[in-house]
Each structure stands twice: as C-alpha cells, then as structure tokens.
C-alpha cells in the first residue's frame, strides 16, 4: 500500500513538472538558437503529413500549397477552422502560431 502511494505521488509531480503551463503554451515565436522559424516548426509538425515539406505533397486530398490564392485572412481562417478533411487548429494553436503557419506557407508560394 505504502509503495502504491509513493509510485502515485511520484506520477503526480511528474506531471506536475513536465505539465504545459498557459505561460510555456504562449512561448515567443521566435526560433531556438540554429532552428527554424516557429512558423516552420509547426508547419513540420502538423502540416507535413499531408501537404509534405514543400506545400506540394497533396496526401488525403491536400490542396497544393504553392497555388494557393487565398489571401493571408482567408489561410488563417482556413487553419482555424479546417475544412473537409482538414482538422481545425483553433484549439491547438494560438492565434500567433495560426499567424506563424500561415506566413510559412506564403512562403511556399510559387512566384509568379
């Protein structure tokens, strides 16, 4: 009973420590030493299953992100709210983030 307690009390400080507090989840934007642009990071994350890396990849019937014309509000609502088989990230991602993905994916654009 004893040892049960102390692996319990244990798992709890655990979490406690290694928990996301609302503070780490507004984290700055900016990218750690060396890395890429937070944009990027999340773009690898969450995007590149289905669009791939370069915006191209097209998996699950993803739209080709270098052809893309929606403007920089519409991208933001789109990754906001999804839309057919794309999940909303409005719950995942801050605004910011949403703002950072965005910006990376205009960056993917193919230029006229």
Known sequence: MRN????????TALLIACGNSEADS???LAPAEGG????????????????????KLGFNG?????????????MITRVSEG???????????????????VDHVRALAVKP
């Open 83 to 101: 839309k057919g088989t794309m999940q909303p990230y409005k719950q995942m991602l801050t605004p910011k983030e949403i703002e950072a993905v």
């Open 36 to 55: 890429a642009p937070k944009g990027e990071q999340l773009f690898r994350m969450h995007c590149v299953l289905c669009h791939g890396s370069t915006g």
């Open 4 to 11: 049960t307690a102390l692996l319990l009390g244990a798992i």
């Open 62 to 74: 993803a739209k080709d992100l270098t052809l893309s014309v929606l403007s920089r509000a519409e």
């Open 26 to 28: 507004r984290a700055s």
